[in-house]
């Protein structure tokens, strides 16, 4: 069942999206190569603290996992696509990291994810990149009241699919409120007017996840998901709100 927010929800759920964002912004300019995934986990959940927040992977328990989340961050490098886990890996010239993070304010979930370049990325990885953020971009676009979920998704995947790139399988977007994963499932992927109408109050996680080459994916034991055709991966996310007015980004500073 969708939960369709308050006014005074969303309210809070923007104030939890602007302190979330400012983190976002600190936390984008510090990955240098040289340094362990490890210490831009550190460093996240410092500025999450230091926000007024609640990191809100930390001890997450999806349905279905074996044991809680143990980190702030989800860090996922090049093929990884999703829920990578900081570790010692040591960043490299040329490789594209992806930063996934959540906040908790006032028992409100705020989740944002963005792809960056470490040092000098090859062309392609920086045509991915770029696709893949016009693409959220589109999506949130799509999201007025009034439109389908459907779409949403095919404003991302027509983006994508155009620019010769693939949304990967089996991973979507999600509403998003006083838990960190609520109904609907937002596809990367649709038909323009499938799908569950959108009606002000409905608050959303639209994240596309993207591939050079094939969509399929493969889930590793540590449960992040990798490229089965190891290509890189680009991912990009934003909480938006549906309101009469249009999509509001809640995840901004
Ligand atoms: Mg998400």
Redesign the pocket.
């Known amino acids: 069942m969708i939960k369709i927010k308050t006014e005074a929800e969303i309210k809070i759920m923007r104030e939890a999206g602007k302190r979330l964002a400012s983190v976002m912004e600190e936390l984008k300019v510090f990955p240098k190569v040289g340094m362990a995934t490890l210490d831009v986990n550190e460093l996240a959940e410092k500025l999450i603290i230091k926000n007024g927040g609640v990191p809100a992977f930390l001890g997450y328990k999806p349905y279905g996992a074996a044991s809680p989340y143990p980190f702030t961050t989800c860090i996922s490098v090049n093929s990884t696509v999703v829920h990578g886990l900081p570790s010692e890996y040591i960043l490299q010239e040329g490789d594209l990291l992806k930063i996934?993070l959540?906040l908790i304010y006032e028992k409100y979930y705020s989740?944002?994810?963005m792809t960056l370049p470490l040092g000098e990325i090859s062309p392609e990885a920086r045509r991915l990149v770029g696709i893949t953020e016009e693409a959220l971009y589109l999506g949130i676009k799509a999201a007025q009241a009034g439109n389908h979920l459907g779409d949403i998704g095919f404003a991302i995947h027509s983006r994508v699919k155009s620019a010769g790139f693939s949304i990967v399988d089996g991973l979507t977007?999600?509403g998003?409120g006083t838990k960190?994963?609520e109904d609907p499932y937002v596809y990367n992927f649709g038909k323009p007017g499938d799908g569950e109408r959108l009606v002000p109050g409905m608050v959303l996680?639209i994240?596309p996840m993207t591939a050079v080459g094939k969509r399929a994916v493969t889930q590793l034991d540590d449960d992040s998901f990798v490229t089965a055709d190891d290509s890189l991966s680009a991912h990009f996310?934003h909480?938006i709100a549906i309101t009469e007015g249009g999509p509001i980004i809640l995840t901004k500073m």
Do not use: Y
């Open positions: 996934d959540g989740d944002m994810a977007g999600h998003i960190l994963h996680a994240e996310e909480t």
